[in-house]
């Protein structure tokens, strides 16, 4: 089990005011992400816990990504994988952030 953690700066604060949201299932080559609001409204971090070892790159240019199109600004994500690919995590990290734009509660 691999553990890997990114911190970013996000250009915005996240919209939206809900407080925490969860998407995805962990099963074969998937991942959950629990995203919570509690950070500063710049910053961004991301935990990860995978079974999969050594694509730390992989990890980090994905989550670039994500963090320069999204501008999670105040939400730190944590995610449990279950192997899934590069793509994968990107939809279920849009995922996450559309949810806490939701009203929902």
């Given amino acids: 089990m691999e553990t890997l953690n990114y911190r970013n700066k996000a250009q915005q604060r996240a919209k ?3 407080r925490q949201a969860i998407v995805g ?11 919570e609001r509690i ?4 910053e961004c971090e991301v935990d990860i816990r995978t ?6 790159e992989v ?4 989550i670039a990504d994500f963090v320069e199109r999204r501008s999670p600004g105040g939400l730190k994500l944590s ?9 994968t995590v990107a939809l279920r990290l849009a995922q996450a952030v559309s949810a806490m734009e939701g009203e929902r509660t």
Avoid: K
């Fill in 16 to 18: 939206g005011t809900r």
């Fill in 25 to 35: 299932v962990v099963a074969s080559g998937n991942l959950e992400v629990l995203v």
């Fill in 39 to 42: 950070l500063p409204d710049g």
């Fill in 51 to 56: 079974a999969a070892e050594g694509f730390g």
């Fill in 59 to 62: 990890w980090q240019a994905v």
């Fill in 79 to 87: 995610i449990n994988d279950g192997g899934a690919r590069p793509d």
